[in-house]
């Protein structure tokens, strides 16, 4: 797993490429995640575009960022999901609680 | 296609989350010659890695002494998968619902819905002398698995 940072209109956009799972992808994604908001980001979207796969412990890291953000009064959304990865958050429902954008340009402009 | 060539292939794995990248390249060059989609592939790879996980994380608690015995068997009518940890076992209908609505936001608890979902069917064997032993199952012409297709719905076969 491969991520990214970098700014845009005043959001963290992590560009996430590889898997999300277990004892790679997922550590990768927390650590990246804690990162920026340990330096004081408010507003994280995660691009998901480049993502191959993921399982069931790369999902409950997503889901550990999104309350991360969240509980500290900050904003994670999600975009350019794969149609594989938005299939396995669909059928677990978690598209229900996650914010998932079509592309970056909506997901910036979701911030406003 | 022709006939699936009746064959089994077993590995003895350590309790390491690396070893799940060579248990997944086995089922890929196995499935290559079956008649088995490429979606409803990567599907059981999915099922396969969520087995692994939980043997090594849960039964085998990632002591890598403990080993995990994979058998991906293949017949005429489809294949079976059996992933055997070294633990002290579990109750699968303990297992609380993800989708239950105070537990979406759970950060663990998604991989036996999802081998069920992406399976044909899973099963239990529980050793007089502990281990968890799960076999995952896919017939040939079975519909397809994906997590598109009845979105919401769980599979409890």
């Known amino acids: ?112 | 296609m022709p006939e699936p060539v009746q064959q089994t292939i077993r590995l003895s794995i350590g309790s390491r989350y690396e070893n799940i990248e060579l248990v997944q390249a086995v089922l890929d060059e196995t499935l290559e010659s079956l008649p088995i989609d490429e979606e409803t592939g990567y599907w059981m790879g999915i099922a396969l890695r969520e087995a692994l996980t939980n043997a090594i994380k849960h039964g085998n608690g990632l002591d890598p002494e403990k080993k995990v015995d994979v058998c991906l068997a293949v017949d005429e009518s489809g294949v079976d998968i059996t992933v055997e940890d070294q633990g002290s076992g579990f109750d699968p209908d303990a297992v609380a619902d993800p989708l239950a609505p105070d537990n979406l936001l759970r950060t663990e608890g998604r991989g036996i819905f999802y081998m069920r979902r992406f399976m044909d069917k899973i099963d239990y064997d529980f050793g007089a002398e502990g281990g968890t032993k799960v076999r995952l199952h896919k017939k040939f012409g079975a519909p397809g698995s994906s997590a598109e297709a009845d979105q919401g719905g769980a599979n409890e076969d």
């Open chain 1, 1 to 112: 797993m491969k991520i990214e940072k970098r700014q845009r209109d005043g959001a963290t956009i992590l560009d996430l490429q590889g898997r999300i799972t277990i004892g790679e992808g997922d550590v990768a994604l927390r650590e990246a995640v804690q990162a920026a908001v340990g330096e004081g980001a408010t507003s994280i979207l995660l691009n998901m575009g480049r993502v191959r796969s993921i399982d069931s412990s790369g999902v409950g890291e997503l889901v550990a960022a999104y309350t991360t953000v969240t509980n500290r009064g900050g904003k994670l959304r999600l975009f350019s999901m794969p149609s594989r990865v938005l299939g396995v958050l669909q059928i677990t429902q978690l598209v229900t609680v996650l914010d998932i954008l079509e592309d970056e340009d909506e997901a910036v402009a979701s911030l406003a």
